[in-house]
């Protein structure tokens, strides 16, 4: 069964005039970080972009890294587990289809499908699938990923004498190739504490930089922080403050699967999925769009009109003048606790510098007048009243059902809205 989340009460009540001209707008559920046998995954992209299809998602970016899926490439089947994905490939999209042939030493060789392929298959059944790449760069030791979504062409990896030079110039060029071409598209940086590559500092001062990844369910991301490092929860409102304050733009958050590994995503009997590989179906967005397609998918998020999920659905975020309420989609027998997180004008700006650990840098440490919780509601519905005062307000759902494919031991289902000013402005 197809999961549909929302309907006609699903409502932001503030719309930009941008979304005025289209048609009724309605919740699609969504991953931005996917990985095939481009590159790192383990399964071809149809079955990938099948299983979410089942799931009940709407829309995929599939983002391998460094590359868009053009051309004719032959991949080897070497080992048990491509020839299991082979096998998988063959049951589910058999016929004239799958194409193979024999290399000169008498192996199996499989001919990976292009974009244009994989998408005009998977979209006859009225299923998005965004061209996207994961631009894999670095500097010094330090990981710097950024996904460009909806690019039009590759992006090579820009470079840089620095982290925030890096990250730049790579927003720079996705940026560039949009005004380019006229096709919508952005950039989101991806799991900053990934090799604690990125301190809350280096977001802070990107121009140009609307997204980055709050929930990445990769299980080596380090997204809860450790005793010295921030959690990525708490580098979002460190960054929001510090950007509003200044007067800078907003950051939205997203969640994402990063999925690498689609072997082992049923669940085992009598226990949870195992958490070690890059499973599929943890993280994802809900965007509240006019239509289903690429185009209409990023303005909605560039207005901040979507939440992003581990497991909570919301059937209403509702921001006004005076308040923010969020509807949840309650299930029998779980319990909902929302917190109202802020940070008020006029908080304490002091900061103390921290030690590298490990030869890296690690974010300053900031008042805790950052990230308060405002408010926290029990129950299905819960509303904050704007004291006026507050640079902005977000919200953040937990709920008492733990998740069957934790990321961690013990995790449960929760959800994020993106952060609103008092007067109901994203």
């Not at 069964?1 to 699609?28: K, N």
């Not at 990063?258 to 943890?282: F, K, T």
């Not at 590298?356 to 509601?377: C, F, K, Q, T, W």
Request: with cysteine; charged share 20%.
């Amino acid at each position: 069964m197809r999961l549909r989340v929302g309907g006609l009460a699903s409502a932001f009540v503030l719309l930009s005039c941008a979304a005025c001209s289209e048609p009724q707008p309605r919740w699609y559920r969504g991953n931005l970080h996917t990985h095939t046998l481009w590159s790192d995954g383990d399964q071809f992209p149809e079955v990938v972009l099948q299983w979410y299809q089942d799931q009940g998602y709407d829309f995929v970016s599939i983002s391998d890294h460094n590359l868009l899926a053009t051309g004719e490439r032959w991949l080897p089947m070497v080992g048990p587990a491509q020839e299991s994905a082979l096998a998988e490939y063959q049951r589910g999209f058999g016929g004239d289809w799958v194409e193979t042939r024999r290399d000169s030493a008498g192996g199996t060789e499989v001919r990976l499908k292009t974009y244009d392929e994989y998408a005009r298959r998977l979209g006859a059944s009225g299923f998005l699938v965004i061209q996207s790449e994961e631009i894999t760069d670095r500097f010094d030791t330090r990981p710097l990923h950024l996904i460009g979504t909806n690019v039009a062409e590759l992006v090579p990896p820009q470079g840089g004498a620095s982290v925030r030079e890096v990250l730049q110039r790579n927003i720079d060029a996705v940026r560039s190739q949009r005004q380019r071409t006229g096709r919508p598209m952005f950039a989101h940086v991806n799991h900053p504490n990934f090799g604690w590559a990125v301190t809350v500092e280096d977001l802070i001062a990107l121009q140009d930089g609307q997204f980055f990844e709050v929930y990445n369910a990769h299980p080596i991301v380090h997204s809860e922080g450790d005793s010295v490092r921030p959690s990525v929860d708490r580098l979002w409102d460190i960054l929001l403050a510090v950007r509003l304050s200044a007067g800078n733009s907003m950051m939205y958050g997203v969640a994402v699967d990063d999925s690498h590994n689609y072997g082992r995503y049923e669940p085992r009997a009598g226990g949870p999925y195992d958490s070690g590989p890059a499973l599929p179906g943890r993280g994802w967005v809900m965007v509240r769009s006019g239509q289903l397609s690429a185009d209409s998918i990023i303005a909605a998020m560039e207005r901040g009109d979507f939440y992003f999920s581990s497991g909570v659905s919301l059937d209403a975020v509702a921001a006004t003048a005076e308040s923010l309420t969020v509807r949840i989609k309650a299930e029998p027998g779980v319990s909902y606790t929302t917190q109202f997180v802020g940070t008020r004008r006029g908080y304490d700006t002091t900061t103390s510098a921290v030690p590298d650990m490990d030869h890296l840098p690690v974010s300053r440490r900031y008042s805790n007048d950052i990230g308060v919780v405002l408010a926290e509601v029990a129950g299905p519905i819960a509303t904050y009243r704007f004291a006026g005062d507050e640079l902005y307000v977000r919200a953040r759902v937990r709920s008492t059902k733990t998740r069957i494919n934790p990321i961690v031991a013990g995790e449960v289902e929760r959800a994020w809205t993106q952060p609103v000013r008092p007067g109901g402005a994203h």
